[in-house]
T-cell receptor
Framework: DGGITQSPKYLFRKEGQNVTLSCEQN?????MYWYRQDPGQGLRLIYY???????QKGDIAEGYSVSREKKESFPLTVTSAQKNPTAFYLC?????????????FGPGTRLTVL | GQQLNQSPQSMFIQEGEDVSMNCTSS?????WLWYKQDPGEGPVLLIA?????ELTSNGRLTAQFGITRKDSFLNISASIPSDVGIYFC?????????????FGTGTRLKVLA
């Protein structure tokens, strides 16, 4: 089945540690996105990538880094510089260059910093 | 910057009742997306709208693209307990082709059996 997978589902980290969240898609989508969701709030864009080896900062990129070495994969690293990393992280993907470019989401990773 | 306002923020309804929610933008959109998110899961796309005035249904769900292009509406008919969740609207940030979307803060729906 085509879709987006994120792993792990739950992640615990000690303060001061970097952690990498995985996102893989087999939808053959060119664009991929990372969002952060806090309780009672909407989705905020962290980073996005429209093509392999290229990515752009979103609204809240500070303390995060990404890479896009393969079309299918867009891992997100939460660095120790992120002041308040505990949140629900969502990865999404979409087509590019077409009229209909709905974004599809993965199941999310809940990160808790201890 | 662009903002999306969803209302109501939350609602409690009885099973079998119809539900209406809306989303308004500070600027014109050419696309509206409606998503549902279950607790602890990623949002699932319900309906996509691409034309002003468009009315689209998906089972018991019906969404409309407002004629002013600054609003959209989602209706759920004959609600059932599994309709509980958070409903988000989304629209494109700009027309530059970057495909970034802005999301509303959500309408939290609770259905009382």
């Amino acid at each position: 089945d085509g879709g987006i997978t994120q792993s792990p589902k739950y992640l615990f980290r000690k303060e001061g540690q970097n952690v990498t969240l995985s996102c893989e898609q087999n939808l053959n989508h060119d664009a991929m996105y990372w969002y952060r969701q806090d309780p009672g709030q909407g989705l905020r864009l962290i980073y996005y990538s429209q093509i392999v080896n290229d990515f752009q900062k979103g609204d809240i990129a500070e303390g995060y880094s990404v890479s896009r070495e393969k079309k299918e994969s867009f891992p997100l690293t939460v660095t120790s510089a992120q002041k308040n990393p505990t949140a629900f992280y969502l990865c999404a993907s979409s087509m590019v260059g077409v009229s209909y470019n709905e974004q599809f989401f993965g199941p999310g990773t809940r990160l808790t910093v201890l | 910057g662009q903002q999306l306002n969803q209302s109501p923020q939350s609602m409690f309804i009885q099973e079998g009742e119809d539900v209406s929610m809306n989303c308004t933008s500070s600027s014109i959109f050419n696309t509206w997306l409606w998503y549902k998110q279950d607790p602890g899961e990623g949002p699932v796309l319900l309906i996509a709208l691409y034309k002003a005035g468009e009315l689209t249904s998906n089972g018991r769900l019906t969404a409309q693209f407002g004629i002013t292009r600054k609003d959209s509406f989602l209706n759920i008919s004959a609600s059932i307990p599994s309709d509980v969740g958070i409903y988000f609207c989304a629209g494109p940030r700009d027309t530059s082709g970057t495909y970034k979307y802005i999301f509303g803060t959500g309408t939290r729906l609770k259905v009382l059996a």
